[in-house]
C-alpha cells in the first residue's frame, strides 16, 4: 500500500468515526443528585441512637410533626439504606407499629453529623464565653434547627442555650417557633430535658396511627 493509499485510508476510517459518533451519540451524564438529609432526618435518626425503635413511639415523641411527614422521611431514609425494618414482625405489627433501626450505613450518617455539631457547639460556647454578643447571635441562628438534635444528644446544655439566648435578648420560645419537633422534645416551650437526654422507649403512642406496608416503608398511608 503505498502512501496515496494510505492518506486514502486514514481519511475513510475519520469518516466512518465521524458518522459514528453522530449515528451513536453518548449518552448524557446524570445530574442528578439527592438531596440533602433535613434536620429532622438526624432527629429521628437521633431517637433512633437513644434507643427509640418503634414507630409509634417516634409519633408520640414528635406530635405536632405529621405522622404523614415522618412516614415521608422514614421512606426516604430507607431507600437510601440508613435504616431497616425488621422483616421478622408480623403483618399488623409491621402495619401499625414496625420497629425500625439504624443500619450501618445510617450509624456512620448520624455519628459524623454529631461530631460535626459537636464542633459547632464548642464555636458557640467560645463565642458566648468572649461576649461576641453579634457572632453568637449569627452562630445561633445558623444552627436553629440543629439544637434540639444538639440537645437530645447531650452535649448542649438547656441552661447554657438560655444563658446564649439571654445574652442577645432573645427568647426560647420565639427563637424555636419554626421548629415543630423542638416543641415535641420540650425546647421551644423552655421546658427542656436536663442533660439532653431522652428516654428509651415508653408507652406514649400519641394518637397518630399508620403502618408499614411489606417489603418497604410506608407508615401512615
Known amino acids: 500500500m503505498d502512501k496515496k493509499d494510505l492518506d486514502e485510508y486514514e481519511k475513510d476510517y475519520l ?7 453522530k449515528n451513536n451519540p453518548q449518552p448524557k451524564k446524570s445530574t442528578f443528585q439527592l438531596e440533602p438529609l433535613s434536620s429532622l432526618d438526624y432527629v429521628i435518626m437521633g431517637l433512633m441512637r437513644n434507643g427509640i ?17 415522618i412516614t415521608k422521611r422514614l421512606n426516604e431514609m430507607e431507600k437510601r439504606g440508613l435504616l431497616q425494618g425488621d422483616k421478622k414482625e408480623s403483618w ?28 459547632e457547639w464548642d464555636k458557640l460556647v467560645i463565642l458566648y464565653e468572649k461576649k461576641d454578643k453579634e457572632k453568637l447571635r449569627e ?3 445558623s444552627n436553629r434547627m440543629n439544637f434540639p438534635l444538639m440537645m ?5 446544655s ?11 435578648h432573645m427568647m426560647m420560645g420565639d427563637f424555636m ?5 423542638a416543641y415535641d422534645m420540650g ?16 408507652g406514649d403512642f400519641g394518637g397518630n396511627s399508620g403502618g408499614f406496608m411489606d417489603g418497604g416503608m410506608e407508615i401512615g398511608f
Open 15 to 21: 469518516h466512518r468515526v465521524e458518522e459514528s459518533k
Open 53 to 69: 425503635f418503634k414507630v409509634q413511639t417516634m409519633f408520640g415523641r414528635l406530635r405536632k410533626v405529621s405522622s404523614m411527614k
Open 92 to 119: 399488623l405489627t409491621r402495619q401499625f407499629n414496625p420497629t425500625v433501626t439504624l443500619t450501618d450505613k445510617g450509624k456512620e450518617e448520624i455519628e459524623k453529623k454529631i461530631d460535626e455539631l459537636k464542633q
Open 139 to 141: 452562630g445561633m441562628n
Open 152 to 156: 437530645m444528644m447531650g452535649f448542649a
Open 158 to 168: 438547656g441552661v447554657m442555650m438560655g444563658n446564649m439566648l439571654g445574652m442577645n
Open 177 to 181: 417557633a419554626e421548629v415543630d419537633y
Open 187 to 202: 425546647y421551644a416551650d423552655g421546658a427542656g430535658f436536663g442533660d439532653g437526654a431522652l428516654p428509651a422507649e415508653s
